[in-house]
């Protein structure tokens, strides 16, 4: 058996639920609702999230986009996106647990809107009111160490860092603060949310061991979305399997593969 069959077979645990899947991916942005389904079915990905306050619950808003939805059969991760106060998160995800019968709600509370960077101290109060109200809540936040025990303290047992701004397709701006999150909670489901732009950013993110990813843009606004879309599955699983696996030390001076390189085998122990 591969260690890629292992880890599939054997799945993780998010949120009270057994996932197979590593990668969650957004709904926004296709350039039309097939191409989302075909693109959502081609990543694998087993977890969906949904924008409440964008998309609406009505047949004006888009009923086929619903349908979709839940035709996939997937597990759905609300989001409060376009929230700027605590105030309108905790009533946005309230509307979202009527709706969709969960209890997962993906917090976003923007603080700026010239790079989407989330608010801290508002997405720390909403997150303890959430917590009280039995959400399973996975908020988002910066690569803020800091920040991010704020947030376990109030009792989230996840955490969505960013890897760099909302859509910028950037990458891992700071790899070593995530890599201190990463340390800080060795036990804690951690989610690299935001700024993946390609294949190799999620490699990336899977080899300092997080747990998954998850994103939009990247698969949304490529040119073939369902071929990207199937890039990013192999990718995560690359970059699990890579973290498992375990990577050598870095070397500071080359060191030679061979023992004595230039020596044929049988003259080096005469």
Not at 31 to 54: C, F, H, K, N, Y
Not at 68 to 75: M, N, T
Not at 81 to 87: E, L, N, R
Not at 124 to 134: D, H, M, Q, R, T
């Amino acid at each position: 058996m591969t260690k890629q069959m292992e880890t599939n077979e054997n799945g993780w645990q998010i949120g009270g639920k057994k996932l197979n899947s590593r990668m969650f991916i957004g709904s926004a942005l296709y350039p039309s609702p097939a191409i989302m389904e075909e693109s959502i079915r081609a990543s694998g990905a087993q977890v969906v999230t949904v924008s409440l306050r964008r998309q609406g619950v009505n047949k004006e808003a888009g009923e086929g986009f619903w349908n979709i939805i839940r035709e996939l059969d997937i597990q759905v991760l609300p989001n409060t996106a376009g929230c700027h106060s605590a105030k309108e998160a905790i009533t946005i995800a309230q509307m979202a647990r009527e709706v969709f019968g969960t209890n997962w709600i993906k917090l976003e509370v923007i603080g700026d809107q010239y790079n989407l960077q989330p608010d801290p101290y508002e997405t720390v109060e909403a997150a303890k009111v959430l917590v009280k109200e039995g959400f399973e809540v996975f908020p988002y936040t910066t690569d803020d160490l800091v920040v991010a025990k704020k947030l376990v303290d109030a009792g989230c047992n996840i955490l969505m860092p960013w890897g760099s701004p909302i859509g910028s397709g950037k990458g891992l701006m700071n790899p070593y603060s995530l890599k201190a999150i990463r340390e800080a909670f060795p036990e804690l489901p951690l989610i690299i949310d935001a700024g993946i732009g390609k294949p190799s950013h999620a490699i990336e993110a899977m080899e300092l061991g997080y747990d998954g990813i998850l994103l939009n843009s990247a698969v949304a606004l490529a040119q073939d979305p369902v071929g990207m879309a199937e890039a990013f599955a192999l990718a995560v699983k690359a970059g699990r399997m890579g973290y498992e696996a375990g990577a050598m030390q870095e070397r500071e001076f080359a060191s030679p593969s061979t023992p004595t390189v230039g020596t044929p085998f049988w003259h080096q122990n005469k």
